[in-house]
Antibody, heavy 124, light 107 residues
Framework: EVQVLESGGGLVQPGGSLRLSCAASGFTFSNYAMTWVRQAPGKGLEWLSE????????YYADSVKGRFTMSRDISRKTVFLQMNSLRAEDTAVYFC?????????????????WGQGTMVTVSA | DIQLTQSPSFLSASVGDRVTITCRAS??????LAWYQQKPGKAPNLLIY???TLQSGVPSRFSGGGSGTEFTLTISSLQPEDFATYYC?????????FGQGTRLEIK
């Protein structure tokens, strides 16, 4: 079964850091771009970041650029989201997702498989 | 950034109804549009990609259409399990963006 599973969420103080992990299974991890999306309580979906198949290219939303860093470890079949300088407005459920299409930039791309999410709460 | 505006934001309908949700993009996005369904406390689930292609396993009562700046998601005959929130998403360019969501409730 194709799965992605997030971990690493929790309570952190404003200005603090947290690293989220997303473990992949059931597919050839090295063939797919991966992405992070978050959802603040009672709000809509917000795309945060994407990492290319090779890991050489990353893309970020303006709201997290310079504070968040996405990376991938092929050997561990895991992507990470390093979150620094956290703010109250970063409080959300963070989802990891796998693209449905192979490679980067496919015309039929979409987020085909999502994890269950991990909650991040930024509060003093 | 490309803005996506869904209409309506809230929709009340009955089982068996045909409903259509519209998603308008602030600039052309070709057919790089996807639709997701989300139920409370759950992750989103991909319904439609490339504007009109049904994801494997999704019931055929769901259909998508459009290209450029105007897109639709249609549910031909609502079932009880379809009451949820629906989001459109553009993947034409970074930053990837989502519509604000359409909440579909039982009348």
């Amino acid at each position: 079964e194709v799965q992605v599973l997030e971990s690493g969420g929790g309570l952190v103080q404003p200005g603090g850091s947290l690293r989220l992990s997303c473990a992949a299974s059931g597919f050839t991890f090295s063939n797919y771009a991966m992405t992070w999306v978050r959802q603040a309580p009672g709000k809509g979906l917000e795309w945060l970041s994407e990492i290319s198949v090779s890991g050489d290219n990353t893309y970020y939303a303006d709201s997290v650029k310079g504070r968040f860093t996405m990376s991938r470890d092929i050997s561990r079949k895991t992507v990470f989201l390093q979150m620094n300088s956290l703010r109250a407005e970063d409080t959300a459920v963070y989802f990891c997702a796998k693209y449905r299409s192979l490679g980067d930039g496919a015309p039929d791309r979409a987020f085909g498989v999502w994890g269950q999410g991990t909650m991040v709460t930024v509060s003093a | 950034d490309i803005q996506l505006t869904q209409s309506p934001s809230f929709l009340s309908a009955s089982v068996g109804d045909r409903v259509t949700i519209t998603c308008r993009a602030s600039q052309g996005i070709r057919s790089y549009l996807a639709w997701y369904q989300q139920k409370p406390g759950k992750a989103p689930n991909l319904l439609i990609y490339a504007a009109s292609t049904l994801q494997s396993g999704v019931p055929s009562r769901f259909s998508g259409g459009g290209s450029g700046t105007e897109f639709t998601l249609t549910i031909s005959s609502l079932q009880p399990e379809d009451f949820a929130t629906y989001y459109c998403q553009q993947l034409n360019s970074f930053p990837i963006t989502f519509g604000q969501g359409t909440r579909l409730e039982i009348k």
